[in-house]
C-alpha cells in the first residue's frame, strides 16, 4: 500500500513524453507508453532526478500547500538548515528563522540543533553497539528507499538513530504544548524542504507509525515571501543564537565532521552509493564504521527544490559553520543521558520492498529468464530509448513480465521490414525477367 | 538441464579496472528472480572472492554461472600458477599477497576459505603451472 504513494507525480496533461526523466532515472522506474511518461511506484526510490530534467515541468513534488495547515491552532516552521543558506552570505541563520515567523507561521524552529544531538548519539551507538559495520546514515529518504527495493541485505547496516528533523519537531511540539497549553495534534510542525523525498519519510516513516511532522513545504516555494520579508527587516533576530556543527550536515561530509569516529567516509549521488552498496554486499568494507549517504551528488543544499546554487550554497555553508559551527549548542553529557534512555532510537524494523521478481514461481522465474535472454540477444543494445524503456534490458525484462511486444523495438520493425521489402522487390525483378523474355 | 539459467564470464587476470563486474551481473540475475536476499549475499561474496582470485593472481578465466530451481552453481577455470600448498591456502589468514594488493585492502588471507564458508559444497582442483578449477554449490532452500 505504501508503494502507492511517491514523492513525485507526473502531470499528464504536461507530459509530452520527451524521455528526459526515463533516461535519468537510476532505478529504471519511467518507461514512456504512448507519448506520456507513466512511473512503476514499486521501482522508484523518490531521489527526485527526474524533476531537475523535466523539459515540461511535468513532475509535480509532492509537497503540502498552506491550506493544509489550517486545520491546527497553532503552526512551526522547522526549516531543514539549507534554507540558512539560500539567502545572501550575510544573512545570519537566526535573522532567517525570525523572518519565518512573519509570513504566517505562528513559531520557528532551528533544526541544526538538533542535527548536533543526533551526531552525539550515532558517536555512543557507534562506540556501544557490535552490529554489523559498516553502518549507514539513514538520514537521506532516497537513500532508505535504495536499500528497501535493491539492497534489503543491508537494511541492518542502516542505523536505527531518529533524524534531526523528527528530534526537533518533538521537542518543539512539546515545549509548546507545555508553554500553551495545547494537545499535540492542535500543533502543526512543517518541514521547510529542499527535496521531495522528505515528504515521503514524514507521511510514512519507515520505522515508526506516525512522524511528528505534519507536512512540507519546498524551500523555493517560500524563497519570494521571505526574500520580500528579509529586505524589509532590519536585522531582527530570534533570542537564542542558533550555532553548533549540526549547521554543516546539509554539505558532504557535514555529518562526519560532527563524530569523533575515525574510518568514516561521506559519499554523495547515487552511482557512487550503488557502488559502495555493491561492494558491502560482496563482504567488503567491514573496517569502515559510518557511511554518511546522500542520493544527491552535493547532498542537500543540491536538493530538487532549493533555490540557490548547490556549490555557492556549500560556500555559504562553510561560512556558517566557520562562524558559529566552533560553540557546541548542546551538552555532550545531557545527550548521552538521553541516549541511555532510548531518546534517540528507533525500535521499528524497516521492512524490504523488493521489486517483483520475473515469477513468483522459481521454475516459471528461471523459464522467464531464458527468454530475457533470448529477446535481449536480438535487440540493438544501444539503449536508445525509443520503445519507451530506458534500456534494452529494461525493454527485455518487460516483453517478458507483462508482454511487451518485440514490434515496439524500431530496429526489429526495421529489420522485418527490410525482409519485406527485400522479398518484394526480388518478386518484382523475377517477374520483369519474365516479361521481358516472353 | 533445460530447468537452469546459466551464463559463461570471462574475466582477465589483473584488470583491477572490471574487477566485481561478475558477481554484480550474478547478483541481478538473482534478486530479479526473487531468490532470498540471505542467499544473494551468500552467492555474492563466494563468486567476488572467486573473481578476485582471478584479478590477482590469474592470466584469464572462465566463469560459468547456472541456476536451478534448487541450486546456484559457480564453476572458474583459470589459466595460471596454480597453487602448490591448497590446504595450505584453505588456512584462514593465509596468503601469499604482495604489498601492493595489500595496500589496496586485500590479501587478507581469506578468499578461499571465505568462499568455503559461504557454500554448501565447495571443491577446488590445482595443477602448478597450468591452473585452478573451483566449483562452488549453494543451495537454494
Redesign the interface.
Known amino acids: 500500500m505504501r508503494n502507492d504513494f511517491r514523492s513525485i507525480r507526473i502531470d499528464t496533461e504536461k507530459c509530452e513524453g520527451r524521455m528526459a526523466c526515463m533516461r535519468v532515472c537510476p532505478t529504471q522506474a519511467i518507461r514512456v507508453r504512448g507519448s506520456k511518461a507513466t512511473l512503476l511506484n514499486d521501482r522508484c526510490i523518490d531521489c527526485g532526478e527526474c524533476v531537475r530534467v523535466c523539459p515540461n515541468h511535468a513532475i509535480i513534488p509532492q509537497t503540502s500547500s498552506f491550506s493544509d495547515f489550517s486545520k491546527f491552532k497553532y503552526t512551526i516552521a522547522l526549516p531543514s538548515p539549507v534554507f540558512y543558506s539560500q539567502f545572501g552570505k550575510d544573512v545570519s541563520p537566526s535573522v532567517i528563522l525570525n523572518a519565518l515567523k512573519k509570513i504566517g507561521f505562528d513559531d520557528a524552529y532551528d533544526v541544526a540543533c538538533a542535527s548536533e544531538s543526533v551526531s552525539i548519539a550515532i558517536q555512543e551507538y557507534l562506540d556501544s553497539n557490535k552490529s554489523p559495520r559498516p553502518l549507514i546514515a539513514p538520514f537521506c529518504p532516497a537513500i532508505v528507499r535504495l536499500v528497501q527495493v ?1 539492497y ?2 543491508l537494511l541492518d547496516n542502516l542505523i536505527p538513530i531518529e533524524s534531526p528533523m523528527e528530534i526537533a519537531a518533538r521537542e518543539a511540539k512539546h515545549l509548546k504544548m507545555k508553554e500553551l497549553g495545547l494537545k499535540e495534534k492542535e500543533i502543526g510542525c512543517i518541514y521547510i524542504t529542499p527535496c521531495p523525498a522528505k515528504t515521503i519519510s514524514i507521511k510514512y516513516p519507515p520505522r515508526k507509525k506516525h512522524s511528528f511532522l505534519d507536512g512540507t513545504i519546498s524551500i523555493s516555494e517560500i524563497y519570494p515571501s521571505l526574500v520580500q520579508v528579509l529586505s524589509k527587516s532590519n536585522g531582527d533576530t530570534i533570542k537564542t543564537d542558533i550555532r553548533g556543527l549540526g549547521l554543516g550536515w546539509p554539505i558532504v561530509g557535514g555529518q562526519v565532521a560532527c563524530l569523533k569516529a575515525e574510518d568514516c567516509i561521506s559519499i554523495a549521488g547515487l552511482n557512487d552509493v550503488t557502488r559502495i552498496f ?2 558491502i ?4 568494507l567491514k573496517d569502515i564504521q559510518y557511511i554518511e549517504c546522500h542520493s544527491c551528488p552535493t547532498a542537500c543544499v543540491g536538493g530538487q527544490l532549493t533555490v540557490e546554487n548547490p556549490y555557492i550554497a556549500r560556500g555559504r555553508v562553510l561560512r556558517v559553520v566557520k562562524k558559529f559551527g566552533s560553540v557546541p549548542c548542546q551538552d555532550r553529557d545531557k545527550i548521552r543521558e538521553l541516549y541511555q534512555k532510548n531518546f534517540f532510537s528507533l525500535l521499528g524494523k524497516i521492512s ?1 520492498s ?7 514461481d ?2 516459471r ?3 522467464k ?2 527468454q530475457k ?1 533470448e529477446i535481449y540477444d536480438l535487440l540493438p543494445k544501444i539503449d536508445c530509448g525509443a520503445c519507451g524503456a530506458p534500456s534494452c534490458q529494461t525493454f527485455a ?1 518487460d516483453s517478458v513480465k507483462d508482454g511487451t511486444s518485440m514490434g515496439e523495438c524500431i530496429f526489429i520493425s526495421m529489420k522485418k521490414f527490410e525482409t519485406l521489402t527485400g522479398n518484394l522487390h526480388d518478386t518484382v525483378l523475377k517477374h520483369s525477367r519474365k516479361v521481358r523474355t516472353t | 538441464m533445460d530447468k537452469a539459467f546459466s551464463q559463461i564470464y570471462k574475466i582477465q587476470g589483473g584488470n583491477i579496472y572490471n574487477a566485481g563486474k561478475a558477481s554484480t551481473e550474478i547478483k541481478s540475475i538473482l534478486k530479479q528472480l526473487g531468490i532470498n536476499s540471505f542467499i544473494i549475499r551468500r552467492v555474492a561474496i563466494a563468486a567476488y572472492e572467486a573473481e578476485m582470485n582471478v584479478v590477482m593472481y590469474a592470466k584469464h578465466a572462465t566463469m560459468t554461472f547456472e541456476v536451478t530451481p534448487k541450486q546456484i552453481n559457480i564453476i572458474v577455470e583459470d589459466e595460471g600458477p596454480g597453487i602448490a600448498d591448497v590446504s595450505l591456502a584453505m588456512q584462514e589468514g593465509y596468503s601469499t599477497a604482495t604489498p601492493e594488493m595489500r595496500e589496496m585492502g586485500f590479501g587478507a588471507g581469506m578468499g578461499l576459505p571465505n568462499i568455503k564458508r559461504n557454500s554448501d559444497s565447495f571443491k577446488i582442483e590445482s595443477v602448478v603451472g597450468k591452473g585452478i578449477k573451483l566449483e562452488i554449490k549453494i543451495n537454494i532452500n
Open positions: 535493491r534489503p541485505n555493491e561492494e554486499e560482496n563482504g567488503k524490504p523488493p521489486v517483483a521478481p520475473l515469477d513468483e522459481i521454475s522465474a528461471i523459464q529468464m531464458r535472454q525484462e
